[in-house]
């Protein structure tokens, strides 16, 4: 009997386990998570193999000598190798056959060289431009421009000579860590706005910066490669000062005097504009986004951002969203066709203590320049303490568009509570990433420090006003539009506690992605739930953090004006779905607990879905699939592909 009852129990425990086993097993998931710096499984990488005389480099090692300059080339060679390939190759201390052989003769002249000779590679950087920047070009030149894969043979040689740069040691930065260096960052990018060169930072330098109010104006390219960065916030002058602002070339101007009211579907805004630019509008005579709950409020001016040309054509990729019965103030903001790219950087945040109040800390990097490249950036919080006020984020991306996040880490700030508007206890969002009115912005192969499961932690991200935002191969806590977005993707990814929070219309594609939190997709209750367009999920993995039976959450009490007509999305496709629990599976809540019968009047109805197509659904044990619990809301049927 009881070897039946045992057999029962693990046939029952293989059931739960043997889809999850398909991704990664629970137990290897859950050790991941806890490590932190967890990258999604998902991504995909530009080589499938990297061989050196034919053989692969998996049997390859890295060496170097003592030092912290080649003990950070060595571990930047390891996770660029790891980046494009995917492959995993060891530090050791010593001399092996088959090796990467980072030398220490360096060359007073900022060159880097690469070359294979008897079945290794010798690597040698430069005493003013250090090793871990050359690696990374080669990277960005020669191995992310390959296809399929790359063989180094014997003779192979690579060589760059960095030019046309300043470093922060010409202005005056010590690196050591406990000096102020924060003047000395924002007079050597002042300089370098001026004469048109380059930034480099000092690969081994700990530049500690202080609480000073200055800002730093980035205008030209910025290498900090693995350079660390100490941003002390325990005393400021100012927490609304950025640390460093991606400048434009040019500055943005009015044109509220030459635009005239809009609607919807304008094809052009009525005024010649001096190049393309990205136009920001508002009619500070309507209010949309009109909170509610415990941090309720009376609104927002109706905010549009949309990309025009000189001739005042809109961009069809970033219509119009709202009917502008009146312009109120409208402002160009010049777009930048050069790409600027920073690149690297190791920052540390020492976390204010502050009260727990909605005092937001902005001390961070601001983009407000378009064509925008960050890679590779790192960024760690510690000393957060039983207090603190919250941050808007450490990468804010505000008035530009065509901006594009890859390979970074960023680190998910402690929760605190205050107050809210509504007298009651609240949870204070703070973010480590941010976004608003920005268009076409990227983030790819991004992720975090801490457990993306771990609800101890805000979620990563918050954006408002924001147009065709796409996560691709990130690992993070949540994607979330707060006061709505256009066109919202996610592929490649795996999301956790907050998972995917969304408001606004257009096409929401979720793709390739594994998402563990309450809900696969949260319509966010504050703001009435609203998706006015097309949701796909299209093989993707749920793996429910609680105990309720949704796929998408979605509350509406239908009594509350949120500033416009609230939608359910009105086209629903899912092709290829496992979710992973038993029984029933609804892929709505219910929505309004109080509308459950066809007579129920409703102040503000909510508009319901229209079609609803599923093929490729599956959960643990067979069950059934149903659209809600909530009959009178939801008229329309499944339609089994």
Same mark, same amino acid.
């Given at each position: 009997?009881?070897?039946?009852?045992?057999?029962?129990?693990?046939?029952?425990?293989?059931?739960?386990?043997?889809?999850?086993?398909?991704?990664?097993?629970?137990?290897?998931?859950?050790?991941?998570?806890?490590?932190?710096?967890?990258?999604?499984?998902?991504?995909?990488?530009?080589?499938?193999?990297?061989?050196?005389?034919?053989?692969?480099?998996?049997?390859?090692?890295?060496?170097?000598?003592?030092?912290?300059?080649?003990?950070?080339?060595?571990?930047?060679?390891?996770?660029?190798?790891?980046?494009?390939?995917?492959?995993?190759?060891?530090?050791?201390?010593?001399?092996?056959?088959?090796?990467?052989?980072?030398?220490?003769?360096?060359?007073?002249?900022?060159?880097?060289?690469?070359?294979?000779?008897?079945?290794?590679?010798?690597?040698?950087?430069?005493?003013?431009?250090?090793?871990?920047?050359?690696?990374?070009?080669?990277?960005?030149?020669?191995?992310?421009?390959?296809?399929?894969?790359?063989?180094?043979?014997?003779?192979?040689?690579?060589?760059?000579?960095?030019?046309?740069?300043?470093?922060?040691?010409?202005?005056?930065?010590?690196?050591?860590?406990?000096?102020?260096?924060?003047?000395?960052?924002?007079?050597?990018?002042?300089?370098?706005?001026?004469?048109?060169?380059?930034?480099?930072?000092?690969?081994?330098?700990?530049?500690?910066?202080?609480?000073?109010?200055?800002?730093?104006?980035?205008?030209?390219?910025?290498?900090?490669?693995?350079?660390?960065?100490?941003?002390?916030?325990?005393?400021?002058?100012?927490?609304?000062?950025?640390?460093?602002?991606?400048?434009?070339?040019?500055?943005?101007?009015?044109?509220?005097?030459?635009?005239?009211?809009?609607?919807?579907?304008?094809?052009?805004?009525?005024?010649?504009?001096?190049?393309?630019?990205?136009?920001?509008?508002?009619?500070?005579?309507?209010?949309?986004?009109?909170?509610?709950?415990?941090?309720?409020?009376?609104?927002?001016?109706?905010?549009?951002?949309?990309?025009?040309?000189?001739?005042?054509?809109?961009?069809?990729?970033?219509?119009?969203?709202?009917?502008?019965?009146?312009?109120?103030?409208?402002?160009?903001?010049?777009?930048?066709?050069?790409?600027?790219?920073?690149?690297?950087?190791?920052?540390?945040?020492?976390?204010?203590?502050?009260?727990?109040?909605?005092?937001?800390?902005?001390?961070?990097?601001?983009?407000?320049?378009?064509?925008?490249?960050?890679?590779?950036?790192?960024?760690?919080?510690?000393?957060?303490?039983?207090?603190?006020?919250?941050?808007?984020?450490?990468?804010?991306?505000?008035?530009?568009?065509? +901006?594009?996040?890859? &390979? !970074?880490? /960023?680190?998910?700030?402690?929760?605190? =509570?205050? $107050?809210?508007? @509504?007298?009651? #206890?609240?949870?204070?969002?703070?973010?480590?990433?941010?976004?608003?009115?920005?268009?076409?912005?990227?983030?790819?192969?991004?992720?975090?420090?801490?457990?993306?499961?771990?609800?101890?932690?805000?979620?990563?991200?918050?954006?408002?006003?924001?147009?065709?935002?796409?996560?691709?191969?990130?690992?993070?806590?949540?994607?979330?539009?707060?006061?709505?977005?256009?066109?919202?993707?996610?592929?490649?990814?795996?999301?956790?506690?907050?998972?995917?929070?969304?408001?606004?219309?257009?096409?929401?594609?979720?793709?390739?992605?594994?998402?563990?939190?309450?809900?696969?997709?949260?319509?966010?209750?504050?703001?009435?739930?609203?998706?006015?367009?097309? +949701?796909?999920?299209? &093989? !993707?993995? /749920?793996?429910?953090?609680?105990?309720? =039976?949704? $796929?998408?959450? @979605?509350?509406? #009490?239908?009594?509350?004006?949120?500033?416009?007509?609230?939608?359910?999305?009105?086209?629903?496709?899912?092709?290829?779905?496992?979710?992973?629990?038993?029984?029933?599976?609804?892929?709505?809540?219910?929505?309004?607990?109080?509308?459950?019968?066809?007579?129920?009047?409703?102040?503000?109805?909510?508009?319901?879905?229209?079609?609803?197509?599923?093929?490729?659904?599956?959960?643990?044990?067979?069950?059934?699939?149903?659209?809600?619990?909530?009959?009178?809301?939801?008229?329309?049927?499944?339609?089994?592909?």
């Amino acid at each position: 009997m009881l070897a039946r009852i045992t057999a029962f129990f693990m046939c029952v425990v293989s059931l739960f386990t043997t889809q999850f086993s398909l991704l990664f097993s629970e137990v290897e998931l859950k050790q991941e998570l806890k490590a932190g710096n967890f990258e999604s499984p998902y991504i995909v990488r530009v080589l499938s193999e990297i061989t050196v005389n034919g053989i692969s480099v998996d049997e390859y090692t890295v060496t170097a000598p003592e030092g912290e300059l080649y003990t950070l080339a060595a571990k930047t060679l390891q996770k660029e190798l790891h980046k494009v390939s995917g492959k995993d190759i060891a530090i050791s201390e010593n001399d092996t056959d088959k090796a990467f052989i980072i030398t220490k003769e360096l060359n007073d002249k900022a060159i880097f060289t690469l070359k294979a000779e008897n079945g290794n590679i010798y690597i040698t950087g430069s005493s003013k431009a250090g090793i871990s920047r050359g690696i990374c070009a080669f990277t960005d030149e020669v191995l992310l421009t390959a296809e399929g894969s790359f063989e180094f043979n014997d003779g192979y040689e690579y060589k760059k000579e960095f030019t046309d740069f300043v470093t922060y040691e010409q202005f005056g930065a010590k690196g050591d860590g406990k000096t102020d260096d924060l003047e000395a960052l924002v007079k050597t990018h002042e300089y370098a706005n001026e004469k048109g060169l380059s930034v480099l930072a000092d690969e081994t330098a700990d530049y500690y910066i202080g609480g000073r109010n200055m800002t730093a104006r980035i205008m030209t390219d910025t290498d900090w490669s693995t350079a660390a960065f100490i941003i002390d916030d325990t005393a400021v002058e100012n927490r609304s000062a950025w640390i460093f602002n991606v400048a434009p070339s040019k500055s943005s101007y009015s044109i509220t005097d030459k635009t005239a009211p809009l609607k919807a579907d304008a094809e052009n805004i009525g005024t010649e504009l001096e190049e393309k630019s990205l136009v920001v509008l508002t009619d500070s005579n309507v209010k949309r986004y009109i909170r509610k709950g415990a941090n309720q409020n009376s609104g927002s001016s109706q905010t549009d951002v949309i990309l025009v040309d000189e001739n005042g054509n809109i961009s069809p990729h970033t219509p119009l969203i709202w009917d502008f019965d009146a312009v109120t103030a409208a402002t160009a903001y010049p777009v930048d066709e050069k790409t600027l790219t920073i690149k690297g950087g190791r920052f540390t945040t020492v976390a204010n203590n502050a009260s727990s109040e909605y005092n937001y800390y902005t001390r961070g990097i601001q983009v407000r320049r378009s064509n925008t490249v960050i890679d590779g950036l790192y960024h760690d919080i510690v000393n957060e303490g039983k207090t603190g006020s919250p941050y808007s984020a450490f990468v804010s991306l505000s008035c530009c568009a065509d +901006v594009t996040v890859k &390979n !970074c880490t /960023f680190t998910g700030h402690k929760k605190y =509570t205050t $107050i809210g508007s @509504a007298g009651t #206890s609240v949870t204070m969002g703070t973010y480590d990433i941010g976004a608003a009115t920005a268009v076409n912005a990227s983030f790819i192969n991004c992720n975090q420090t801490n457990d993306i499961t771990d609800g101890d932690y805000w979620g990563i991200a918050g954006t408002n006003y924001c147009k065709n935002l796409v996560y691709d191969g990130c690992a993070l806590s949540r994607f979330d539009a707060h006061q709505g977005v256009l066109n919202a993707t996610v592929k490649n990814s795996v999301l956790g506690h907050h998972g995917i929070k969304l408001i606004g219309k257009g096409t929401a594609l979720i793709e390739n992605t594994t998402v563990l939190s309450d809900s696969l997709i949260a319509l966010r209750s504050d703001y009435g739930s609203t998706w006015n367009g097309e +949701v796909i999920i299209r &093989n !993707c993995r /749920f793996y429910p953090t609680g105990v309720s =039976t949704h $796929i998408i959450d @979605a509350e509406n #009490s239908e009594d509350h004006d949120f500033g416009y007509t609230c939608y359910l999305p009105q086209k629903i496709v899912i092709d290829g779905l496992y979710v992973h629990r038993l029984g029933i599976n609804h892929i709505f809540t219910s929505v309004n607990s109080k509308h459950f019968y066809d007579s129920y009047d409703a102040e503000y109805p909510v508009i319901p879905p229209e079609e609803i197509t599923v093929s490729n659904f599956s959960c643990i044990l067979p069950g059934q699939l149903s659209v809600s619990p909530n009959k009178a809301i939801f008229k329309v049927k499944i339609q089994h592909q």
